[in-house]
């Protein structure tokens, strides 16, 4: 007994949902029950996690395996595919760059990252996708007009609190500068956020929404000499995800600034894919 697993892409209605389409590579009619979980030990043919339906929709993470269970109680190996759409995959395989997939509660998301350019921020930001750090994380700050910012807040009794150490922060990154790497805050780039301590990033980025080289970028006018690095871009969900991202409603974050989304968009998980 074989069986084979495609992720099918995120449905219209609920773009935080993937559906997963199973079938007996054999065809023999000998299925009778699957298993989806994120346990990588196979199942005993009475666990609760068996269903009788061929395809689910489910909220999966990039960690998963599918069991296939016959009318004999014997269990198959299990089977796998990425969590990423199959525009991501192509997208990915295309691309000469590392390129990671994040679903978020708008939709997916794909960048490719610069590497070679900024291998600082680019493997930071590989290394918290790679610990599974940002995965239930929300987007805290949202200006239309300016960029999308997450990745450093979770939800913890019903308020966003920041991510400490012992929830998985690395410590600070030094400032690549845009100046040095040549890369630009352009309107689809992904940046490190930091505070006014040019080495203080960690696993804040944002999504620049507009062109915001002239404000962002070293030597620019809000930053002098230092600007915000720059390290890959959207190639993926810029029209889609990030547009549904950057209207979302937002009130005073208690700060005087009118950024804090006035409900919790999670980042559900991200996954490295090459």
């Not at 998985?168 to 890369?183: F, M, N």
Request: proline share 4%; aromatic share 8%; hydrophobic share 40%.
């Amino acid at each position: 007994m074989q069986i084979a697993v495609e992720v099918l892409d995120k449905t219209s209605d609920s773009p935080a949902l993937l559906q997963i389409r199973v079938t007996d590579r054999n065809d023999d009619s000998a299925v009778t029950a699957f298993c989806l979980s994120s346990n990588n030990s196979r199942p005993s043919p009475t666990d609760s996690c068996f269903g009788d339906a061929q395809a689910w929709t489910r909220s999966i993470g990039p960690a998963w395996r599918v069991w296939a269970r016959d009318a004999a109680g014997n269990v198959s190996a299990g089977a796998t595919d990425s969590p990423c759409s199959q525009e991501a995959k192509a997208l990915a395989a295309a691309s000469s760059l590392p390129t990671v997939c994040m679903m978020t509660d708008e939709g997916e998301i794909v960048f490719e990252l610069e590497s070679a350019k900024a291998p600082e921020s680019a493997n930071n930001f590989m290394n918290y996708v790679f610990d599974g750090f940002y995965a239930d994380t929300v987007f805290h700050r949202i200006l239309s007009n300016f960029v999308v910012q997450g990745g450093g807040f979770m939800v913890r009794n019903g308020n966003r609190v920041q991510k400490t150490p012992a929830d998985g922060l690395r410590d600070p990154i030094a400032l690549e500068k845009t100046s040095e790497t040549g890369l630009s805050n352009l309107a689809g780039t992904l940046a490190m956020a930091r505070s006014s301590d040019a080495n203080s990033a960690t696993s804040q980025f944002f999504i620049n929404v507009v062109d915001n080289s002239s404000r962002l970028d070293a030597e620019g006018s809000s930053a002098p000499g230092l600007g915000y690095a720059v390290f890959g871009r959207v190639i993926r969900g810029m029209g889609t995800a990030v547009d549904l991202l950057r209207n979302a409603q937002v009130a005073n974050n208690g700060a005087g600034e009118v950024s804090s989304p006035t409900r919790d968009i999670f980042i559900r998980w991200a996954s490295l894919m090459k």
